[in-house]
């Protein structure tokens, strides 16, 4: 069988369908109709990580999905209702096994936010008990009170044997009031408590024990949903040479009174600007490619992809040239770290290293580990 | 208080009456009703234990009283005595001669009855409402576990003012059994451990817990050598999760189901959940026996992993339940349990004044075939 040029550039619209033969092992990338080859150098690695990063993100409007027995990721995008494949990325290059952990990080990702939010709503309309903790494995979400039926009971009796039931209501109309919105917040993931809530079941250890009944001034009244504002505002509108302010102010949200020291874990919290970063006018369609500003895939049409350029690896003008401009990332990056998704430069050798600073992948050497995430460069 | 206080229930013997169509949603099953049950809610209810003939039932109330009746042959029940404490009594058990009572209470003291003297000294003090009581009787030691709000386990010889032992937990202890060598306590926050107290009660094991909400109650099941060998935990989600400690295969073995909770399996409407207020283990068959605030219980098969059968709706929440030492009488109790306050909107008060009537306790006395018995044998 004749060997499929297309593919070899990495261009074959026919994908599996193919007539002519794909070879594996080839570089592989296969894009379902951009154009444009991928850049020399840039493989499957870098494709995961984008992946990684723009998912974490995680723009309402676009959706990873992946299959867990393959090393196979989809990209969709949701607009107006109708999911369109935009790129299927096939990590042929990756060990599968690392391919399959990162694809289950990612997975557990979403996961979580699903299930949470799925837990919320059933906690809200089922009228079950509100005063109870709250947890998804492995961690537990804070923000709850936990007070028994029974303790309820006793403050309400011992309110009435006092004569003032007044102070009871006002502290149980509290509490209500403090889960009420904590649930809702928690229902409607916005992109900072998302952040938030990752970051703390990546880290159980930041939880701190809730309040006991009674301690009715317990912080988190005030909704955090405001907050986290600080992040590059502007760091992904169409043609944004900045891509600034990566750091983001830790302890950010006013989940605070507790802990969550790491705002995030995984260092790409600036890319969690709802979707203004990437719903470009129409077309939603954020096209991924690496390729520069002229890609895009049959689904949109509009160029929106020039916003998305910003992701792109490729030192291109949107993108931070160097690790210098990750250095604002760079405070976070420790703790980043912890959350395994990143590595710690001491896990890498030195040839790794190397390579993850350097400004491109050299055919043969990528490495197989993720970046530290202070190297993560848009 | 008198014992024929203004609650004088029914009282008739038979059950299982066929044909009848008046609904009466106060006591669905036609079960014998309690004569003059205590007037407020009632939280816990002990059989007496196989060493006494007869069975006896306490029930402690947040009437703060604790009253005994006598269940004779043909399901007449007699009052026979009470006792008060100053707080609302939470938690009761017998001893292992069927000689005397312990109470817990909120008012943080723990109380033995002497049914023969009708006489109660204090044996224990905490500095939180004690919220269970459970008697361990070693073959080198015997004395009464006190779980406590103010996160300690004590451990009492009856004979002495401070406690033989205690055990910091990390939360309020919520709830707790004792099958000895084995001793469980479920805490706030999730908490599970388990204690084994041969030579002396220490700590086990710290359990992750099953469940994502509030832990409710717990229960020992044993083996089939009579040896407690795992624990159903219930939570205010409407679900018990069955726990082996040593499983064969941990994943398989250890399982969740879902329980009271409306609408069945129909996912169209949202369901309503409720709390599981108490869980029992039949003595002889090994099936459990569990109770909502949505007014029903369950018999349950945790080997076929079947549900055996549930009772009509009652009009008030179920608050706890007990089977007798020989599994031939079935006692629950209908009262009102704070669970609405989930429910309400606007002005919880009268909501609590309005349920507080009716309370009674009902027993299910087994004829034969009646549905209390698995099909198999144990």
New interface residues.
């Given amino acids: 069988m004749t060997v499929c040029n297309f593919f070899l550039q990495g261009r074959c619209r026919y994908g599996e369908k193919c007539w002519n033969e794909h070879p594996r092992g080839e570089r592989g990338g296969d894009y379902r109709g951009t154009q444009q080859p991928s850049r020399g150098g840039q493989t499957n690695t870098h494709v995961l990580h984008v992946i990684y990063l723009t998912t974490l993100c995680f723009c309402e409007q676009n959706r990873i999905q992946i299959q867990p027995d393959s090393t196979e990721c989809v990209l969709q995008n949701k607009y107006h209702g109708i999911t369109r494949v935009i790129h299927r990325y096939r990590l042929l290059q990756m060990n599968s096994s690392d391919a399959l952990r990162f694809v289950s990080l990612l997975h557990a990702c979403f996961y979580f936010r699903d299930t949470i939010q799925k837990?919320m709503e059933?906690w809200q309309?089922?009228?079950?008990?509100?005063?109870?903790?709250?947890?998804?494995l492995p961690g537990?979400l804070s923000g709850f009170v936990?007070v028994?039926?029974?303790?309820?009971?006793?403050e309400?009796?011992t309110g009435r044997a006092s004569g003032d039931?007044q102070a009871y209501?006002n502290s149980?109309q509290q509490l209500a009031d403090q889960w009420r919105s904590r649930v809702q917040e928690l229902r409607t993931m916005s992109s900072s408590t998302r952040i938030s809530v990752i970051s703390e079941l990546n880290d159980p250890s930041s939880q701190t024990?809730?309040h006991?009944f009674g301690s009715s001034a317990s912080g988190f009244g005030t909704t955090s949903s405001s907050s986290s504002s600080g992040f590059g505002a502007g760091g992904f509108g169409p043609g944004s040479q900045s891509s600034s302010s990566f750091s983001f102010a830790p302890s950010k949200t006013g989940f605070g009174a507790t802990n969550t020291q790491h705002a995030s874990g995984f260092g790409s919290g600036a890319f969690a600007q709802p979707p203004s970063g990437f719903s470009a006018p129409a077309a939603s369609a954020s096209s991924f490619s690496f390729a520069g500003p002229a890609a895009d895939d049959k689904s949109s049409a509009a160029a929106a992809s020039s916003s998305v350029s910003a992701f792109s690896f490729k030192p291109s003008p949107g993108g931070s040239p160097a690790p210098a401009d990750g250095g604002g990332f760079g405070q976070s990056s420790t703790r980043a770290a912890d959350t395994g998704l990143f590595s710690a430069h001491s896990d890498l050798t030195a040839e790794e290293l190397k390579e993850f600073t350097a400004k491109r992948f050299t055919l043969g050497q990528i490495p197989l580990k993720p970046p530290p995430a202070d190297l993560l460069v848009v | 208080m008198s014992l024929f206080g203004t609650n004088t229930g029914f009282g008739s013997g038979g059950t299982g009456v066929f044909g009848t169509t008046t609904t009466d949603s106060h006591n669905p099953m036609k079960d014998v009703e309690v004569t003059s049950p205590p007037d407020d809610s009632i939280?816990c209810l002990a059989f007496s234990p196989p060493t006494m003939p007869g069975n006896f039932l306490i029930g402690g109330s947040?009437a703060n009283d604790v009253r005994c009746w006598e269940v004779q042959d043909n399901g007449q029940t007699v009052p026979k005595a009470q006792q008060m404490h100053t707080?609302?009594v939470?938690d009761v058990c017998w001893s292992d001669d069927g000689s005397k009572v312990f109470t817990a209470s909120?008012d943080k003291t723990a109380k033995m009855w002497d049914l023969n003297s009708n006489q109660t000294i204090q044996i224990a003090q905490h500095e939180g409402?004690i919220?269970t009581i459970h008697w361990i009787k070693a073959p080198n030691y015997s004395c009464v576990m006190t779980g406590s709000?103010d996160k300690t386990l004590k451990f009492w010889d009856t004979r002495s003012p401070n406690p033989m032992m205690s055990l910091q937990m990390?939360?309020?202890c919520?709830c707790a059994d004792v099958v000895y060598p084995m001793a469980v306590v479920a805490t706030?926050?999730?908490g599970l451990i388990v204690y084994q107290l041969e030579n002396q009660p220490s700590e086990f094991r710290r359990i992750e817990?099953p469940l994502?909400?509030?832990h409710?109650c717990v229960a020992i099941f044993k083996d089939k050598q009579s040896k407690p060998t795992g624990f159903a935990l219930g939570?205010?989600?409407?679900r018990v999760a069955i726990h082996y400690i040593n499983p064969p295969n941990p994943a398989k073995d250890n399982f969740t189901f879902k329980c009271h909770?409306s609408n069945g399996t129909n996912t169209a409407t949202?369901?309503?959940?409720?709390?599981v207020n108490a869980i029992s283990f039949h003595p002889v068959h090994g099936t459990l026996a569990t109770v909502g605030s949505d007014g029903r219980f369950s018999f349950w098969d945790k080997d076929a992993r079947t549900k055996l059968k549930t009772s009509e709706q009652l009009d008030q929440p179920i608050t706890a339940c007990c089977f007798n030492n020989n599994g031939n009488i079935f006692a629950y109790a209908s009262s009102y349990?704070?669970?609405k306050?989930?429910?309400v909107n606007d002005d919880?008060?009268v909501h609590?004044y309005i349920q507080q009537q009716n309370t009674s306790i009902l027993l299910s006395i087994n004829y034969r075939g009646r549905g209390l018995c698995r099909t198999t044998s144990f």
């Fill in positions: 837990d059933i309309t089922s009228g079950q008990w509100p005063f109870s903790c709250y947890s998804v537990k936990e028994s039926p029974e303790e309820l009971r006793l309400y009796y039931l209501m149980v024990s809730t006991e | 939280s947040w707080g609302p939470l909120c409402p919220r709000w990390p939360e309020r919520f706030a926050e999730r817990s994502k909400h509030q409710r939570s205010i989600e409407g909770r949202p369901q309503d959940i409720y709390a349990d704070w669970s306050m989930s429910r919880c008060y609590y």
